[in-house]
């Protein structure tokens, strides 16, 4: 089968070029377009892969190391305990590998000066965030999702003694706490989008994740009970925990409250970045 040839047409009387046809059809972009574009950068992208890899082996390594400390400990009383909050402490500290992937997939383009190309190949700036959002958040959700649900089994097998979790339990700590993960570092990629830089970003993620509680550890003056408090309950470890109902108060965010609150925070933020977006030059 021979290939269609460009085609010359006659240059009309006065044009300083003959027209030019393509042989490749022009189709108007949509949200696949970039979709497609997006999943093509963050898979190809060699960081893209090591921080994942790094975060699953946080979380399945810490997880699993804890279940076996516990399982082999002489004075465990496991008769009442949920065996799935022990993956609480690898999915913490994993959590810093998802909040950098979120910061880097916007930022890092701005870095590079790659924004540029992409805002030429799609012009419309809302479509590109939301491209982004979408193929991050999924990415991020089914690989928290695998890496949780594996230590939650393994977990739940290693600890004969715990109690079986429920069916609740066992949505809240894996499906629930996925989400909630996703969610920060969606986050953080909105929070790179507004920034424009890494180091930047990444500095503020991480101090909204640490800097709560950490400041409110050091508050030891009686008027600064009620802050300290609010700092123990809405801080994002504690919120984590409430996800194993292990919170550090009794008071707070309970159930699914954490998921509403982050949600909410990151629907805001998406808002502002996108006006920022559509007001800055690239």
């Known amino acids: ?12 009387p006065g ?35 090591w921080t994942l890899g790094v975060f699953v082996l946080l979380v399945v390594g810490i997880g699993l190391l804890a279940g076996a400390l516990v399982a082999n400990s002489s004075e465990a009383e496991l008769g009442g305990e949920n065996p799935l909050s022990l993956g609480f402490f690898g999915l913490l500290l994993g959590s810093m590998c998802i909040i950098t992937l979120g ?22 700036r809302g479509r590109v965030l939301a491209a982004k959002a979408i193929v991050f958040f999924s990415v991020a959700f089914v690989v928290t999702l695998v890496a949780v649900g594996f230590v939650a089994f393994a977990q739940v097998g290693m600890l ?27 986050l953080s990629l909105v929070v ?5 830089h890494s180091a930047g970003a990444i500095t503020i993620m991480i101090a909204t994740v640490l800097a709560p509680l950490v400041i409110a550890m050091f508050m030891f003056a009686s008027s600064l009970e009620d802050l300290r408090q609010a700092l123990f309950e809405y801080s994002i470890p504690n919120q984590l925990s409430v996800f194993y109902a292990n919170s550090l108060s009794e008071s707070g965010p309970s159930g699914w409250d954490p998921l509403w609150i982050m949600l909410g925070v990151t629907a805001a933020a998406f808002v502002g970045a996108y006006a920022l977006l559509e007001k800055r030059d690239v």
């Open 1 to 12: 089968m021979s290939t269609p040839q460009p085609t010359m047409q006659q240059a009309a």
């Open 15 to 49: 044009a300083p070029y003959a027209g030019y046809t393509s042989p490749i059809p022009v189709v108007r972009t949509h949200l696949g377009h970039a979709l497609a574009s997006e999943w093509t950068k963050i898979k190809s992208v060699r960081s893209t892969m």
């Open 103 to 124: 910061v880097l997939t916007t930022a890092s383009e701005y870095g590079t000066g790659m924004i540029r190309t992409t805002m030429t190949a799609c012009p419309t």
């Open 160 to 186: 004969s003694d715990a109690r079986e979790p429920s069916g609740a339990e066992w949505l809240k700590g894996t499906v629930g706490i996925s989400l909630y993960i996703a969610l920060l570092g969606l």
């Open 192 to 196: 790179g989008s507004i920034v424009r």
